[in-house]
């Protein structure tokens, strides 16, 4: 092996390692894992006590909040383990678990950039939806923002999902470029 491989091979080493450094950022959104937890547990403790005397709409609006943060955390362990995988290394702790998800190890990056778009999306709903159940406090702009704003995550979702679409359908298998000469285009 010449120097220039021997260094060319060191290099690409290093780079591979380097995925490595994302590491501490999943780390990270564990934490805010937790800091989310912490939030849930927070909104249940302060209404528990009064549950009785909530009125239909409170009610609701509380539930959905449990239900956003419940949205929310989904998503960040989402992408914890997709982004992990597809970016670090292999679960190999969680391989053989009875508990894994069946969407671990099946998730690209192009689907977990769908799937966090539409997750967004709902919570962005559910937002809207508490705004609605106590429409009186919002005033017409502030309305007209938060359905703006839920709009916009919706086309930029379509968009997203449109744009991964026309590049799989733009795409060449492997095989049938293996085959391809200059003269097979015409």
Same mark, same amino acid.
Request: no cysteine; proline share 3%.
């Given at each position: ?5 021997? #260094?060319?091979?060191t290099f690409e080493s290093i780079l +591979? !390692? ?11 959104? *564990? ?15 302060? *209404?528990? $006590?009064? =549950?009785?005397?909530? /009125?239909?709409?409170? !009610? *609701? ?13 989904? %998503?960040?362990?989402?992408? =914890? +383990? ?5 970016? *670090?290394?292999?679960m190999s702790v969680s391989a053989e ?12 990056? /192009? /689907? ?13 709903? =559910?937002? #809207? %939806? ?11 702009? &502030? ?9 916009? +995550? =919706? ?5 997203? !999902?449109?744009? &991964? ?7 060449? $298998? ?8 200059? !003269?097979?285009?015409h």
């Amino acid at each position: 092996m010449s120097t220039r491989e021997k #260094l060319e091979d060191t290099f690409e080493s290093i780079l +591979f !390692a380097s995925r490595w450094l994302m590491a501490p950022f999943y780390l990270g959104l *564990v934490v805010a894992l937790l800091a989310l937890m912490a939030e849930f547990i927070k909104t249940i403790v302060e *209404v528990v $006590p009064q =549950i009785v005397e909530l /009125s239909e709409a409170a !009610a *609701v609006v509380w539930v959905l909040t449990l239900i956003d943060l419940s949205l929310a955390a989904n %998503l960040l362990l989402m992408v =914890i +383990f997709s982004g992990y995988e597809n970016f *670090v290394s292999r679960m190999s702790v969680s391989a053989e678990h009875p508990d894994r998800p069946t969407w671990m190890g099946k998730i690209d990056f /192009s /689907s977990m950039k769908l799937k966090l778009i539409a997750s967004i999306v709902a919570i962005s709903a =559910i937002e #809207l %939806l508490k705004a609605f159940m106590s429409i009186r406090t919002y005033s017409d702009r &502030d309305l007209m923002w938060l359905v703006g704003i839920h709009m916009t +995550f =919706i086309v930029s979702g379509v968009l997203l !999902a449109l744009m &991964d679409w026309i590049t799989e359908r733009g795409e060449v $298998p492997e095989t049938r470029r293996e085959h391809e000469t200059p !003269a097979s285009h015409h």
